[in-house]
């Protein structure tokens, strides 16, 4: 028994067709019915395959958050060891060139200033412990926050206590992370307010 096609736009839908055979139910749909049989088995399957992929995009990018995740921890950790070492070499390769930092005083610190504080000692640490540290993502940027206890030396003499610090990290066109700013800011202990205090 042979079979009659219904000629259709293969443009829109290609490789869909709609088919009838005589004598049967689908022998008596008519040319514009069968166009919309067609767009609705199009919409059916494009549903179908966004189904199927949207696990598999989902699983995709969960991958690329924990490796995101693990190279910032990395990187927490490599300049935590530099600021230690004073290992200038390795805190110019995390730095980038327009890097920005704020200090508890609220001063700035360039680049070249934070690299010349390191290797001249003006700035010596001798306790840095990390805790508390949380990475938020923002597409290409990363914002780290973190508790710090230390203990250092400083042109204004020695420094010790608690600080939070945010680091914000942005990947360069190499794919690259690197530090673009910083900032901290001492923890101080709970205690009455006084009067003129403003909080």
């Known amino acids: 028994m ?5 000629p ?11 088919t009838r055979m005589p004598g049967s139910a689908l022998d008596r749909l008519s040319p ?5 049989l067609n767009a609705a088995w199009a919409i059916a399957l494009a ?5 199927w992929a949207s696990p598999l995009c989902a699983g995709k990018q969960l991958a690329q958050k924990h490796e995101n995740r693990h190279d910032i921890d990395q990187l927490e950790d490599e300049w935590r060891s530099a600021m230690l070492a004073a290992n ?27 690299l010349q504080s390191l290797s001249s000692g003006r700035i010596h640490f001798t306790l840095l412990d990390v805790s508390d540290r949380k990475v938020r ?19 204004d003499g020695k420094v010790s206590g608690s600080y939070r ?17 910083f900032e901290a800011s001492r923890v101080r202990e709970p205690g ?8």
Request: one cysteine or more.
């Open 88 to 114: 200038t070499k390795v805190m110019d390769s995390l730095l980038a060139p327009d890097y920005m930092a704020i200090t508890p005083s609220g001063t700035l610190q360039s680049r070249d200033d934070t």
């Open 137 to 155: 993502f923002y597409g290409t940027t990363a914002v780290v926050t973190s508790l710090a206890n230390i203990q250092a030396t400083t042109p």
């Open 8 to 18: 259709i736009d293969q443009s829109t839908f290609p490789g869909l067709t709609c």
């Open 165 to 181: 610090y945010t680091r914000v990290y942005v990947r360069d066109a190499q794919g690259d992370w690197k530090i673009v700013s």
């Open 192 to 199: 009455p307010h006084k009067r003129n205090e403003l909080h």
């Open 2 to 6: 042979g079979l009659t096609r219904f």
């Open 47 to 51: 549903f179908a395959l966004g189904m």
């Open 32 to 36: 514009v019915y069968c166009r919309r």
